[in-house]
């Protein structure tokens, strides 16, 4: 089955709402199991449970019978992104603007002139979606 991961912030945020909402017509459009991520970063003491985070997403969208909801914990929240995307092995990831351009910065430190979209292509072998809101 296709995988679509989408990683968001708790409590949902204008863009983090724009970024699901794309997430979600794509996993219906192909058919796909949709998982909605969110990082609790260990220095911020973001403590967002799983159960939170299900009825946020389903308050705003109703019940997705095809959703998985994940909360890792993690340093980055990108680096964390990254491990969760290779881990679910996904076809497709969706972000939003804002964290594309975390993404390059984080991309920055490890290679020259980073092309986001392309390095996580090359590296996770998925398609990236980015939603500007």
Request: hydrophobic share 40%; proline share 3%; net charge negative.
């Amino acid at each position: 089955m296709i995988q679509v991961v989408v990683p968001v912030r708790y409590p949902l945020t204008e863009h983090s709402r724009a970024t699901l909402a794309q997430a979600i017509d794509i996993a219906t459009e192909r058919d796909a199991a949709l998982t909605v991520l969110h990082v609790n970063l260990y220095q911020g003491g973001d403590r967002t449970t799983r159960r939170e985070l299900k009825e946020a997403v389903e308050a705003e969208f109703g019940k997705l019978s095809n959703a998985r909801y994940v909360v890792r914990k993690g340093l980055l929240v990108e680096e964390t992104i990254l491990e969760e995307v290779a881990a679910e092995e996904a076809d497709v990831v969706v972000i939003g603007k804002k964290q594309a351009g975390r993404w390059r910065q984080m991309i920055r430190r490890l290679v020259d002139d980073p092309d986001v979209e392309q390095y996580l292509q090359t590296e996770l072998d998925c398609d990236i979606i980015t939603v500007t809101p």
